[in-house]
């Protein structure tokens, strides 16, 4: 067992640029969650799907933030027109049901807006 | 909006003393908790979890819950410096709803 996979583990962009993240959850679960991570907010809930459905993105910034999850095995994070305060760790973590509890994350996404 | 509050922000205790932290949901519609330990440049991974009133043990670690106040509460006996860390609590409703985490309780053990 794996783990829950995120890549990139570390990514710079330039304000104004666009990023993608991705995550690949543990084999079996059906609950993906996406939260961001800074010393300053926290950790954020963005958004959580369930057996690929999405559930609750009221964690997301409108505009600019969107999630997918095409497949049972892979969900992305999409960021445009990113901007300073984007910058964060961002986590994916996965469970075996949106109530079963423990949600094993992956080792997060570093990213950095310059 | 469901918050989760967690004090203190940072606690430092010696070696061999007790941790005592604490956490407590604004959401009257929760149902869950668990309590998460994050190292440093680590991903959080889950310590305990506690969904029914009373006390659970395990090893040195003690978690308490009163659902009528939405209060949890975790304690470490006999610390180590192995145990600093950033302490995360989380809730819950039933039902599929998001889990919510508090801004933690950062442990410093000294040696």
């Known amino acids: 067992n794996a783990g829950v996979i995120q890549t990139p583990r570390h990514k710079v962009t330039g304000k104004g640029q666009e990023a993608t993240l991705w995550c690949e959850p543990i084999s079996g679960h059906s609950a993906v969650f996406w939260y961001r991570q800074t010393i300053v907010q926290g950790l954020e809930f963005l958004t959580y799907?369930?057996?690929?459905?999405?559930?609750?993105d009221s964690g997301m910034p409108k505009e600019r933030f969107s999630a997918q999850m095409p497949n049972q095995s892979h969900s992305t994070l999409k960021i445009q027109s990113t901007q300073p305060q984007d910058s964060a760790v961002y986590l994916c973590?996965?469970?075996?049901?949106?109530?079963?509890?423990?949600?094993?994350f992956g080792e997060g996404s570093k990213l950095t807006v310059l | 909006q469901q918050k989760v509050q967690q004090s203190p922000e940072s606690l430092i205790v010696p070696e061999g003393g007790m941790a005592s932290l604490n956490c407590t949901s604004s959401?009257?519609?929760?149902?869950y908790f668990w309590w998460y330990r994050q190292h440093s440049g680590k991903s959080p991974k889950m310590l305990m979890?506690?969904?029914?009133?009373g006390e659970k043990e395990e090893g040195r670690f003690t978690v308490h819950l009163n659902k009528a106040s939405l209060h949890t509460s975790l304690h470490i006996r006999d610390s180590q410096p192995s145990d600093s860390a950033l302490y995360l609590c989380a809730a819950s409703r039933t039902g599929g709803y998001k889990v919510v985490f508090g801004s933690g309780t950062r442990l410093l053990v000294s040696p």
């Open positions: 979890s506690i969904f029914s009133n």
């Open positions: 959401d009257r519609n929760v149902d």
């Open positions: 973590a996965s469970s075996l049901g949106a109530n079963t509890g423990q949600l094993y």
């Open positions: 799907f369930r057996n690929q459905a999405p559930i609750d």
